[in-house]
């Protein structure tokens, strides 16, 4: 199973994350998610890290994914589960910008998306609603 991370835009303000890695000394990946919302400057985030009940709209694709896989947060993933989870990552792809960071490993690397990546793709229009994760 590959790696992966991506971040995904909300709205102008307000990202989510959904990570598959290696963290540290791990011996396997886990997977997580977390949202974010920028101050205005977008020099730094005023709320954010496991706030997806508070920044994802209701009824939301962003916030039905979170809600679908909310209990894997943190543990390894089968690989069933990594596969509804790849077709899920999917359908928000059609429905968010996005800035995606796949690789066999990220040990060794940096442990998240380049937050400079992450206020240039909060810059961007957002995409118009659409798609659904069932």
């Not at 947060?73 to 990594?82: G, I, Q, S, W």
Request: glycine share 4%.
């Amino acid at each position: 199973m590959k790696e992966f991370m991506y971040c995904f835009q909300i709205s102008k303000l307000i990202t989510f994350e959904v990570n598959f890695y290696t963290l540290g000394t791990n011996s396997a990946p886990y997977f997580s998610t977390s949202a974010n919302e920028f101050c205005r400057s977008k020099l730094d985030y005023i709320r954010g890290g496991q706030a997806q009940r508070d920044l994802l709209p209701k009824f939301s694709p962003a916030r039905r994914f979170f809600e679908k896989w909310d209990h894997c947060h943190l543990h390894d993933l089968t690989p069933a589960e990594y596969e509804e989870i790849a077709a899920d990552i999917e359908e928000l792809k059609t429905r968010y910008n996005y800035i995606e960071d796949i690789r066999d490993t990220f040990r060794g690397s940096r442990s998240s998306i380049p937050f400079y990546d992450i206020v240039k793709l909060s810059k961007m229009e957002p995409k118009k609603k659409g798609g659904r994760i069932v």
